[in-house]
């Protein structure tokens, strides 16, 4: 009888598993019928730049530092990362007013204002759709047994790597097929040292003796 | 007797299983991912026939208020079948923006979008925007948890915005809501929410019924009595 190794039947299931997450994700519930989200899934090659990129964020954002250690740390095992995404302008006619402009046709007419992060003004609901698709993809994982974790920052920093071509928002869900679960660990990465270099930083005033006193302490 | 007991214990076990289902979508809703982990939406459940009426009615006087809301007479003609509505909201994504500088809104950085002007509360005007469109599409998850649970369980529903609206305008929902989606959902042998004929809005079960057997029926009985 042939012998399987354990490591490829991960890897397979994991492939399969993230193809039913798109499925999931194509036939959740769309507004208006509409559905013209972009999916594509990205594996270690790309996640490492992502996890760069975010990590080179660290001055600017606590937060996607954290994130690009944590992905640099994913892709050690199993591990892969869908990326919903859609062009921003409205395509519904609904007038809700929640862009701020009155009508559908005044939004879609408003100059683009480009950013790393995402494209905007964008339509809500147009956001939207690929959100829930996320959610519907995040919940196909969580019947799977993956674990999963729906990320923001990696988002924005595959829009920044323009990593998928031709979109102004971007949504990502990250599944690891590891031995534990590998996402929500709030001590792993912002530990005692980390929070007391932070709380130093950002409330000078709460440690330094007298006023006057200079902010570094080596000099 | 003309109807059976249990006929009549059949129509009162849908209706409860119905409303046992809305109490099971509302946990799946609250549990759904969130940005930050953070509880910025609310879901309110409104299985009540006459708050359903109330709604209904909510969103056709909406309906003449601005002309793309048109289809909003057929979104009430479907949400007056529904046994229970589930309204979602999102309470920080009108004064609150995420200060992450996301860019979604348009505005660059979220300070730009605090010092923008917000829409008027005015006929014609859904949502008071430009709302934090992170904070607002929020609510997809706990939409989605919604939809995604009623699909396991088997009951049918249907998501609508007009209804989330209308249910801000009638002030039933928390004062901060900025953002509101409305679930129906149904437990019946036909779902109400789709395939359904054009004009719904003005022929429905219940139009029909007004224009022809109650009109009928009173001539009827006193001619065939």
């Given amino acids: ?17 993230v193809e039913m997450m798109a499925l ?13 989200m972009k999916l594509i899934k990205i594996t270690n090659e790309e996640i490492e730049q992502l996890a760069e990129y975010c ?11 954290r994130d690009g250690r944590f992905a640099a740390d994913l892709i050690k095992e199993p591990a892969a990362v869908l990326l919903i995404g859609d062009k921003r302008q409205s395509l519904f006619n609904y007038n809700c007013g929640a862009c701020g402009y009155r009508t559908c046709a005044e939004l879609n007419k408003a100059e683009m204002v480009e950013s790393l992060t995402s494209n905007g003004p964008s339509c809500i609901f147009r956001n939207i759709n ?3 698709a996320a959610d519907a993809a995040a919940a196909m994982a969580w019947r799977l047994g993956l ?15 323009e990593i998928m071509p031709d979109v102004d928002i971007i949504v990502s869900i990250a599944v690891s097929a590891a031995k534990v679960d590998p996402f929500f660990d709030r001590h792993k990465f912002w530990t005692q040292d980390v929070w007391d270099q932070t709380f130093k930083k950002e409330f000078p005033t709460f440690t330094r003796g007298f006023i006057g006193a200079v902010e570094d302490e080596d000099w | 007797m003309s109807v059976e ?21 509302l946990a799946s809703a609250v549990t759904s991912p969130r940005v930050g982990g953070v509880g910025e939406c609310t879901v309110h459940i409104i299985d009540d026939e006459c708050d359903i009426e109330d ?3 909510a969103v056709e006087e909406m309906s003449s208020e601005n002309k793309a809301w048109e289809f909003f007479m057929r979104d009430a003609a479907m949400i007056r079948d529904a046994d229970a509505v589930l309204v979602v909201t999102s309470l920080r994504s009108l004064t609150d923006p995420s200060d992450i500088n996301c860019n979604l809104c348009g505005k660059l950085t979220c300070e730009y979008l605090r010092k923008e002007d917000k829409l008027p509360l005015e006929p014609g005007v859904a949502y008071t925007g430009p709302l934090c469109t992170f904070r607002a599409m929020n609510i997809s998850y706990a939409v989605d948890g919604i939809a995604t649970l009623a699909r396991n369980l088997g009951i049918d529903y249907g998501v609508y915005w007009s209804a989330g609206a209308a249910a801000m305008r009638m002030g039933i929902l928390p004062k901060a809501t900025g953002f509101a989606l409305a679930v129906a959902i149904s437990v019946t042998e036909k779902s109400p929410f789709r395939d359904i004929p054009v004009k719904y809005g003005e022929i429905n079960e219940r139009t029909m019924n007004d224009r022809i057997i109650r009109r009928l029926w009173p001539q009827f009985r006193s001619i065939y009595s």
């Fill in chain 1, 1 to 17: 009888m042939a012998i399987r190794e354990m490591d490829d039947m991960l890897q397979a299931g994991l492939d399969r598993a």
């Fill in chain 1, 24 to 36: 999931a994700a194509q036939t959740s519930f769309k507004f208006g019928k509409r559905n013209t």
């Fill in chain 1, 55 to 65: 990590f080179s964020l660290g001055d600017m954002s606590p937060l996607a530092a």
């Fill in chain 1, 130 to 132: 690929i959100h829930m």
């Fill in chain 1, 147 to 161: 674990h999963c974790r729906v990320f923001s920052t990696l988002a924005f920093a595959a829009k920044a790597l």
């Fill in chain 2, 5 to 25: 007991r249990t006929l009549k214990q059949f129509e009162e076990d849908r209706k409860e299983a119905a409303q046992i289902a809305a109490r099971m979508l």
């Fill in chain 2, 55 to 57: 709604l209904c009615q």
